[in-house]
């Protein structure tokens, strides 16, 4: 097994994971939210951008990579929130399978 060079001192980004729950709509029903899990140091690195046309017009794509401390509750579906800033985990990996740091694919979205 090789381990990669992950300084922990990199880990500069203060991140809210939240994770997807139901939430009283205040009319009788429910719709998804997200509710805070913990906070979390992380480095986020920019990967690619793009876009494409769609119905309503122009839509931006922009993702990243964010390495975190491994932690065991850590999936897709779940996203990260930086501020007013939210990025969507598509897929989570061990990146050196050390078991010490998480890598999640994510996508950036509108909040």
Known sequence: MV???IDAGRLTARLVLERPDMVEDGQGGAVTGFVEVAG???LIEPRSFGSEETGPGLVSTVTHHVTVRAR???TAG???RKGTR????E???DPDESGRFRLALCREVAG
Do not use: N, P, S, T
């Open 40 to 42: 979390v140091w992380a």
């Open 3 to 5: 381990l990669l060079d």
């Open 86 to 89: 939210y990025f969507e985990i």
């Open 91 to 93: 897929a989570v990996r």
């Open 78 to 80: 779940q996203r990260f």
């Open 72 to 74: 065991g509750d850590l």
